[in-house]
Each structure stands twice: as structure tokens, then as C-alpha cells.
Nanobody, 120 residues
Framework: QVQLVESGGDMVRPGGSLTLSCLGS????????MSWHRQAPGKGRELIGI???????TYVESAKGRSAIYRNSAKHSIDLVISSLKPEDTGVYYC??????????????WGQGTQVTVSS
């Protein structure tokens, strides 16, 4: 059974940093694109960034400069580091694995999400 499990969500103060982790099991994620997404309260799920098996990354414009995705292929895991957190970063963060290893992949597998709350 393929599973993605996120962890690391927390309540943090504005300006702080956080590292989220996503661990895959039940499948070989080393050859798939993986990604992080955020769903803010009352809004749809939006992409933050993508990482390929090569380690190449791309981010949406709003995440550039404050977000970084890292991959540990040996452990079938990816991390998301977010710095200079703002209240609007609040939401549930999901990781996903694609059907192939490209930036245009279809997101096939999803984790259950981890809550991040940015508040003073």
C-alpha cells in the first residue's frame, strides 16, 4: 500500500522557520517527481514547489526565496523548509508523488497533511 506521511507541522510566530518532512512507503518514490502543496483555510489546495529525482526544483512565484525543497532518495523522503513565515502561510501542508519524473506530472499520491499555523 502506497503511503505518504507528512510531519513537522506546528504553531510558529511570524518571522520564524519550519521544516516539514514527508516519508513515502509502499512504493519506489526515487523515480517520481514529488511536491509540496498548501491549503489555506477556506481556499483550494495550491502548489508550493516540485522536486525531481535529479534534485532539480521549481517553485511558484510566491514561494521563491522563502521555501526550499530537499530530497533524500535513500529514505524516500522530501523536506520543505519555509523561512520568514507569515500569517498567510497558515494552512494544511500536503506532499504528493507524481506518476512520473517531470514538472508536468499528474499528482497521483497524497499524504494526509500536516497543520501549520503562523500566529503571534
Amino acid at each position: 500500500q502506497v503511503q505518504l506521511v507528512e510531519s513537522g507541522g506546528d504553531m510558529v510566530r511570524p518571522g520564524g522557520s519550519l521544516t516539514l518532512s514527508c516519508l513515502g512507503s509502499g512504493g519506489d518514490f526515487r523515480t517520481r517527481a514529488m511536491s509540496w502543496h498548501r491549503q489555506a483555510p477556506g481556499k483550494g489546495r495550491e502548489l508550493i514547489g516540485i522536486i525531481l529525482s535529479s534534485g532539480a526544483t521549481t517553485y511558484v512565484e510566491s514561494a521563491k526565496g522563502r521555501s526550499a525543497i530537499y530530497r533524500n532518495s535513500a529514505k524516500h523522503s522530501i523536506d520543505l523548509v519555509i523561512s520568514s513565515l507569515k500569517p498567510e502561510d497558515t494552512g494544511v501542508y500536503y506532499c504528493s508523488a507524481g506518476s512520473d519524473d517531470s514538472f508536468s506530472t499528474i499528482w497521483r499520491y497524497w499524504g494526509q497533511g500536516t497543520q501549520v499555523t503562523v500566529s503571534s
